[in-house]
């Protein structure tokens, strides 16, 4: 199938048909340039893809995004719900949105090394608390 036809794995959304922003295609060429694997690279295409999908539906660019517009990105993110194979619905879990943070991270950490932006502002969100399920004793 083609590659914007086919799933990027198993139980993930199907790859965005939209082409990605400049800025974000150097970035990605550059992951793989600096020995990132195909599959990080992917991961980070399909992350970088919802963020600029979700901006433009906003009026905004992932190129120009404020803090603010990244915490808001982000809390959406957090609140979408998520149909599992077995038909139950759930949340976005907190390594998904550490994930997509980690993606925004180094982005803008590419920008700034690239003299495209003079700030990361990704780098003052705090990660997401990872619940770690039931503690306690019988």
Same mark, same amino acid.
């Given at each position: ?18 082409? *990605? ?6 970035? *990605? ?27 433009? &539906?906003? $009026? &905004? ?9 990244? &915490? ?11 149909? &599992? ?8 879990? $907190?390594?998904?949105?550490a994930r997509r943070l980690t ?6 950490g590419f920008l700034v090394s690239? $003299? ?16 770690? $399920? ?5």
């Amino acid at each position: 199938k083609e590659r914007d036809e086919r799933m990027a794995g198993r139980g993930r959304p199907k790859i965005q048909k939209a082409p *990605l922003p400049g800025d974000v295609v150097a970035f *990605l060429d550059r992951l793989i340039e600096r020995g990132g694997t195909v599959n990080t690279r992917e991961a980070y295409e399909r992350d970088l893809a919802d963020v600029c999908c979700s901006f433009e &539906k906003h $009026g &905004k660019d992932i190129e120009t995004a404020t803090t603010d517009d990244l &915490k808001a990105y982000l809390a959406e993110f957090a609140s979408r719900d998520n149909v &599992k194979r077995n038909g139950l619905i759930t949340k976005t879990a $907190g390594r998904s949105i550490a994930r997509r943070l980690t993606a925004l991270r180094r982005f803008y950490g590419f920008l700034v090394s690239e $003299g495209n932006r003079s700030d990361n502002p990704a780098v003052t969100i705090e990660r997401p608390k990872e619940s770690r $399920g039931w503690v306690g004793s019988f």
